[in-house]
């Protein structure tokens, strides 16, 4: 990846892949999960147990092959479960109804089963070895020979082994291969050698797309996008121009919400049923309720709650900001660390100023009150229900119920100093001109 960040903590969808790779073993239901991490990598194993708390951890010293890396599970095997499922941090397009398909096999008498899938290129992935419907062996790219090499039914890495045996066929692991690895795939001439039977689960290859780099990264990236958008779109949500909206895995859209093109969901967001939401707006960690209209170019950042039928539009950035029902914020405003009443109106221009360079304070603005355009409310400061601010104020004192407020120099008129001023500049100019 050439990156300070370990591959399985690079993001697709707002999540880690690690994370996504945890979601789909907790969505099928695994009574118990361990995770293999390298040595010194506390950063994975932290990310492991923000998921799935009851993780247990193992470290491999040794890269000695992905047998070896199982094997530095032993104390979760010795347990001897019903199942073992091998699943890999980077695969992270695997879902929990292929993982429930792994375990089928098992309950029929299966000791392991592959995940495989139909490469359109098989270069470099190893080769199932089958007889009618069973696993016979699994042969490495490095190892097959050249009739093998022309198998196109391909290794998707994914395993899963019966618990009462796993450890017996796993103990059986050598290094007799190109690579001088323990190979997890072994497992299968193994249990073979043991008079167990193997089998086949299929997959697509896009579920099984492995990351190795930062192209594979976007690739996954576009493949749990198009996924995102086709179960919106099923929901009951419209998509304009689908590719160009990105989600993210928690995005939650209810019925009969539009989504114009270019807008960004990051991690965090329901949109109720009804909203609209224009084109070129982002918007992360945020509540938007029934009716609601945002955008176009809307920014709603983290603790942004728009009430129904409030209106966010062109400009405007929000922060740790309750919206009330009706309110309109409609352009070049920010809102940070706040509240508006209902059917409030925020003129074009105001900010709250929440922010003196050491701690944050809040402005609540209360129901019906009226904002005027480029105003700067100065926190912490109440503006009363019904309450007028004049345009271009400064108000750093509350406002009470139904006053009008303004905090600006008085307007001061001049008859004719226009005229007077260009006349003078026009003189000064002749001037200027005749002494060159």
């Known amino acids: 990846m050439k990156s300070n960040r370990p591959k399985v903590l690079h993001e697709i969808a707002g999540r880690s892949v690690l994370g996504h790779v945890m979601a789909a073993v907790t969505k099928v239901g695994a009574a118990e999960v361990s995770v293999v991490v390298g040595p010194d990598r506390d950063d994975v194993a932290r990310e492991a147990r923000n ?8 470290v491999q010293r040794e890269r000695l092959g992905t047998g070896h890396a199982v094997l530095s599970a032993r104390e979760a095997l010795e347990r001897r479960p019903d199942d ?16 429930a398909r792994l375990r089928e096999p ?43 090499r022309r198998i196109t039914l391909c290794n998707g890495g994914l395993m899963a082994l019966r618990g009462d045996v796993a450890l017996d066929i796993l103990d059986q692991l050598e290094t007799k291969n ?46 749990i996008q198009e996924r995102l958008r086709q179960e919106a779109m099923v929901s009951g949500v419209t998509l304009v121009a689908p590719e160009t909206v990105f989600l993210s895995h928690d995005t939650q859209l ?77 352009h070049l405003t920010y809102l940070g660390d706040a509240s508006v009443g209902a059917d409030a109106n925020i003129g074009a221009g ?4 929440n922010y003196d360079g050491f701690g944050k304070y809040r402005t609540e603005i209360q129901d019906g009150a009226f904002v005027g355009s480029n105003s ?35 307007q001061v ?12 500049a026009k003189a000064a100019k002749h001037q200027s001109a005749k002494k060159v």
């Open 51 to 58: 998921i799935v708390p009851s993780a247990h951890i193992f």
């Open 350 to 353: 105001t900010i709250t100023c």
């Open 178 to 223: 190109a690579q001088k690895e323990y190979y997890l795939t072994d497992a299968v001439s193994i249990a073979r050698r043991l008079g167990h039977r193997s089998a086949v689960v299929i997959a697509s290859e896009e579920e099984v797309h492995g990351i190795n780099d930062r192209a594979q990264l976007a690739a996954a990236e576009r493949m």
């Open 254 to 330: 209810g019925r009969d919400v539009v989504v114009e093109p270019h807008v960004v969901f990051g991690p965090g967001v329901t949109i109720e049923d009804g909203v609209i939401i224009h084109s070129f707006s982002h918007l992360e960690g945020t509540h938007v309720a029934s009716g609601a209209g945002i955008g176009p170019y809307a920014r709603l950042r983290p603790g942004a709650s728009i009430g129904p039928r409030a209106k966010v539009g062109n400009f405007v950035e929000i922060k740790n900001t309750e919206l009330g029902a009706g309110a309109k914020v409609s």
């Open 106 to 148: 098992l309950a029929k008498g299966a000791a392991v089963v592959g995940l495989g899938f139909e490469a359109r290129d098989p270069t470099g992935y190893g080769r199932f070895i089958m007889l009618g419907d069973e696993l016979l062996d699994i042969r490495e790219h490095k190892d097959a020979s050249e009739e093998e």
């Open 376 to 410: 700067s409310l100065v926190a912490p400061i109440t503006i009363g229900k019904g309450a007028f601010v004049g345009s271009g104020s400064v108000i750093t004192e509350n406002v009470p119920d139904n006053a009008l407020s303004l905090g600006r120099g008085r």
């Open 413 to 424: 008129i001049k008859e004719d100093w226009a005229t007077e001023f260009r006349d003078k």
């Open 84 to 99: 073992v499922i091998v699943v890999y941090a980077d695969t992270p397009l695997v879902t929990a109804e292929t993982l």
